[in-house]
C-alpha cells in the first residue's frame, strides 16, 4: 500500500462529493459523481454454461444455471452534459438471484454486480493519477459546455487521425474523444482483474449477435447541436432500437 492511500481515498471522496453539490445546485436532482448519464436499461438473461474447466468454473461461474440479469449503459462524467460531449463508456450488470458466499457485510445480498468499461484496461495506473484526473472534472463540472463540445470535437478529430497509424490516445479519449459509435457494438472490460472463487480473471462482455457486430465501430447519426434554451439531457439514443 502506498504511503499515501488514505489521502488520496480522501481526496477522491471530497472530489467526488465536490461534482455532486454542484450538479445538484445547478440541476436541484442527486446524481451519482461519475457517470451520471444513462443511455439505456436493458433487462437480459445471463446464462452460465455447462462443462467449464475447473480454471473459469469458480464462483458465479461454478455451476450451470440463467439468472435475470439488469444493464445500464452510461458515460464517464458526474453532470448530465449533451451527447456531442463524447467521453469513454461504462456499463454496470447486476446478475439477480445469486446464491453462494459472500464478503463480509454482503451476507444478505443476492446479486452479482459488475462495473466495466469500453476499453481493455483503466486510463491511469494508480489512484494518485486518478485523483489528479478527478480533480480537474471537479473543477470543470457544470462549467463552459460549449467549450467542452469543441474540444470533444478537437480529441475526436485528433485522435481518429492517431488511430490511422495505430496510436490512439487514452488521454485524448478520456478528454472527450470517444468516437460517437453505436454503443451496442461496443465490448466492455472489467478493466482490472477479479476473483473468482481460487482464480483470479479479467471478464469482457461483447457483442456476438450477428446483428450487433454489425454496429461495432458503426458511427452514429450526426448528433444535432443542442440550442441553450434546451436542457442538457438528451434522448437517449437506445430508442432507435426499441425496447
Known sequence: MPDDEVETQRGLTEAMLAIQRKTQADTGYAHRAVHAKAHGYLKAK?????DLP???????????????????????????????VSTPRGVALKVLGVSG????????DTTQ???????????????????????????????????????????????????????????????AGQAITELLGD???????????????????????????ALSGKMCPAIPTRSASQSSVTLPRFQQYGS
Open 187 to 213: 465490448s466492455f472490460y472489467s478493466q482490472a482483474a477479479i476473483l473468482h472463487g481460487d482464480y483470479f480473471a479479467k471478464v469482457v462482455l461483447a457483442p456476438v449477435a450477428t446483428e450487433l457486430v
Open 54 to 84: 475447473t480454471s473459469l468454473a469458480q464462483g458465479l461461474f461454478e455451476s450451470p444455471a440463467t439468472y435475470d440479469t439488469i444493464l445500464r449503459f452510461s458515460t464517464t462524467p458526474g453532470d448530465v452534459l449533451d451527447d456531442n
Open 113 to 175: 454486480n459488475y462495473v466495466l468499461g469500453n476499453s481493455p484496461s483503466f486510463q491511469v495506473a494508480t489512484a494518485a493519477g486518478f485523483l489528479k484526473q478527478l480533480k480537474i472534472l471537479a473543477a470543470t463540472t457544470g462549467h463552459a459546455e460549449p467549450v467542452k463540445e469543441a474540444l470533444s470535437v478537437l480529441s475526436r478529430t485528433t485522435n481518429a487521425g492517431l488511430e490511422k497509424v495505430g496510436l490512439k490516445s487514452a488521454t485524448l479519449t478520456t478528454l
Open 101 to 108: 458466499a459472500r464478503l463480509p457485510g454482503s451476507e444478505s
Open 46 to 50: 445471463f446464462e452460465v454454461l455447462p
